[in-house]
T-cell receptor, first 113, second 112 residues
């Protein structure tokens, strides 16, 4: 099975712009979670989608949003970028049943100038 | 809010020495997972612990879940240079498995 894929892998934006990141989960997985990883804050949960519905949301401002499509692919959008949004954005997929485990993608490295 | 504390932040060992990282939560966990992230890589799932007092082994790695399900540890026996990376614990507090609270990680370096 192919793993979790994320595009693009690297992105450079300027303050005030918006960005959309994409995540394709492992085939058959219905749950996609997004995490932000920074040196200072570590790995922080952004949100989880399951069957096109947002199931959970972390403590991030409304500038961070996401969605999931019927094929389970997910996108994450960040509007009005700030310097502090520079981070590695990771998505993780899982089947979505019981205590199944998450599998992380390689991440998108976002740099905001 | 819910928080998982992980120590130490860094650990430098000589190859062949043992290594242990600890995670602690102020409230009871539903389960805890451990991940390893190599430099420049992404977190890779190692193991999940669910039961109180559970101990699991993977070759030189031993994982423990405390009796109160509030703490956990990862112990590596006789470290090798391939063990280099950051080890994270991630707790689930009874919600979805897709919403994990990660510890800050322990960065392990191994001197040959």
């Amino acid at each position: 099975k192919a793993g979790v894929t994320q595009t693009p892998r690297y992105l450079i934006k300027t303050r005030g712009q918006q960005v959309t990141l994409s995540c394709s989960p492992i085939s058959g997985h219905r749950s996609v979670s997004w995490y932000q990883q920074t040196p200072g804050q570590g790995l922080q949960f952004l949100f989880e989608y399951f069957s096109e519905t947002q199931r959970n949301k972390g403590n991030f401002p409304g500038r961070f949003s996401g969605r999931q499509f019927s094929n389970s692919r997910s996108e994450m959008n960040v509007s009005t970028l700030e310097l502090g949004d520079s981070a590695l954005y990771l998505c993780a997929s899982r089947a979505g049943t019981g205590t199944d485990t998450q599998y992380f993608g390689p991440g998108t490295r976002l740099t905001v100038l | 809010g819910q928080q998982v504390m992980q120590i130490p932040q860094y650990q430098h060992v000589q190859e062949g020495e043992d290594f242990t990282t600890y995670c602690n939560s102020s409230t009871t966990l539903s389960n805890i997972q451990w991940y390893k992230q190599r430099p420049g890589g992404h977190p890779v799932f190692l193991i999940q612990l669910v039961k109180s007092g559970e101990v699991k082994k993977q070759k030189r790695l031993t994982f423990q879940f405390g009796e109160a399900k509030k703490n956990s540890s990862l112990h590596i026996t006789a470290t090798q240079t391939t063990d280099v990376g950051t080890y994270f614990c991630a707790g689930n507090y009874g919600g979805s498995q897709g919403n994990l609270i990660f510890g800050k990680g322990t960065k392990l370096s191994v001197k040959p």
